[in-house]
């Protein structure tokens, strides 16, 4: 099945364009996240993709994230990568350096990452949901694969809610950048450069084959990386272990938003799958404890919200689209919006565009063209773009879904753009950008 654009004819050939990003990294039931540079499945993205297929194809955009949560641990940790081992040439770190099989939680079939990423995947699927349901045959389909896809989700979050928040805070604890899915985002400098890295095992990079160097993140941040890693690994990857030692334990307030609004939308799901009653206090606890834990992470001189690091029992001050994040949790308050719309975000002069830039234009850390230090990334305003309509801020809402596709429209769908420009960086047919668009083309207004 594919929809016609809802409004043509001016965004028929960035809809077609998009639908061909998607086509094209299209590997049978998992979508790789851009041809060349990435070339297995990653947790997010799948997510991501799931929601352009939705438009494209109902039935394909059911099966995305099934070899995902098929590779779940035992844990309820859905892997950040599902490895494709007939392309393990092409990606460091690969499936052998994660050496996830030390762990008496991994899964059988596919090798995995040892970590996960933001749990975008229920908002995905209440995606699939409201556009499954005004056709009955869609209808039924749709609630047999959420029906058989719903406890996976459950002990996903439930994962998140305990293993990953010990302490009742509301807050997510990531072990590593990679988690973020903000690799080199300013928001870690001061807790990667907090330990000592030991010897490494020899390795080569090989995403600077790819994407420019100076696009993507340093030597010394990839040394950091993989000592995480291998500081993972020699646990055996071992979550009580971790929690105790670990050098990089951070409440990641974006992370932590997004699970809010995720525990909204399985919240919403419990209702299309008839999920017992004692399920849906659980998810509706988790999403109540979340708002208030996203609430108290915003800082009142700063106006934004910030990141803690755990280890050394201190907030972490920057200033990233992170710091705006409370908004995906529902928090649409006045501070927020002053932020947004200053010129230390939207309201910036040197702006291409009114879109979010990954790090502030105003911060010490911004590098235009650096990855998560400063560049534009379509999959971030998206959720922005969704929180602002979700409250109900519509013409806010309507201004960065208007200038995202200004963008698409002239210059394709690829990893991120330089903000003051709006040149084209890192990937080319990245497929969580064209996946995106496909959202934004198919919106009725804002
Ligand atoms: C980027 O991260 C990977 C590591 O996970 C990398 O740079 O090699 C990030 O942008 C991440 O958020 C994204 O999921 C991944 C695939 O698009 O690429």
Not at 12 to 33: F, I, M, Q, S
Not at 218 to 242: A, F, G, Q, T, V
């Amino acid at each position: 099945m594919t929809l016609p654009p809802r409004n043509p004819p001016a965004t028929e050939t960035v809809w077609n364009a998009a639908v061909k990003v998607l086509l094209g990294n299209d590997a049978g039931d998992w979508t790789r996240p851009a041809p060349q540079l990435y070339p297995h499945q990653w947790s997010w993205d799948s997510a991501f993709c799931a929601i352009g297929w939705a438009h494209v194809d109902l039935r394909r955009a059911m099966r995305e994230q099934q070899r995902l949560f098929a590779a779940q641990w035992r844990t309820g940790k859905i892997p950040y990568i599902v490895y494709d081992d007939t392309a393990s040439e092409s990606y460091f770190p690969d499936s052998a350096r994660w050496g996830c099989r030390v762990s008496p939680d991994a899964p059988d079939g596919p090798p995995t990452g040892g970590l996960c990423q933001p749990p975008v995947h229920a908002l995905a699927l209440s995606r699939i949901w409201d556009l499954a349901r005004p056709d009955p045959e869609q209808r039924g389909a749709a609630r047999r694969y959420l029906r058989r896809i719903y406890p996976a989700v459950l002990a996903w979050h439930r994962y998140l809610a305990t293993v990953r928040d010990p302490e009742g805070s509301g807050l997510v604890t990531v072990y590593h950048p990679w988690e973020s899915g903000c690799d080199n985002s300013p928001r870690w400098d001061t807790v990667l450069n907090s330990f000592q890295i030991g010897d490494l095992p020899p390795y080569v990079r090989r995403d600077t084959r790819f994407v420019e160097a100076a696009q993507r993140p340093s030597d010394r941040d990839y040394r950091r990386y993989l000592w995480l890693l291998e500081l993972m690994k020699r646990r055996h990857y071992d979550e009580s272990l971790i929690a105790r030692h670990h050098p990089f334990k951070v409440k990641d307030v974006f992370f932590s938003s997004i699970f809010v609004a995720a525990n909204e939308a399985l919240l919403e799901l419990c209702d299309v799958v008839d999920a017992p009653a004692a399920d849906r206090e659980l998810v509706a606890g988790w999403a109540q404890r979340g708002q208030a834990g996203v609430a108290a992470s915003v800082d009142p001189d700063l106006g934004l919200s910030l990141d803690y690091d755990v280890r050394a029992g201190a907030w972490l001050r920057s200033r990233t689209f992170a710091g705006l994040a409370p908004l995906i949790a529902g928090y649409h308050t006045a501070t927020l919006i002053a932020q947004l719309d200053s010129a230390a975000f939207l309201g910036n002069p040197g702006l291409h565009g009114p879109l979010l830039a990954s790090t502030s234009p105003l911060d010490d850390a911004f590098e235009p063209r650096n990855y998560w230090r400063g560049p534009t990334w379509p999959v971030i305003n998206w959720l922005f773009w969704r929180a602002l309509r979700r409250a109900g801020d519509h013409g806010r809402a309507q201004r960065l879904r208007a200038a995202a596709l200004d963008l698409a429209d002239s210059d394709g769908f690829f990893e991120y753009y330089d903000p003051r420009t709006g040149e084209p960086l890192g990937s080319p047919d990245q497929s969580w950008s064209a996946a995106v668009t496909l959202d934004w083309l198919a919106a009725p207004d804002a």
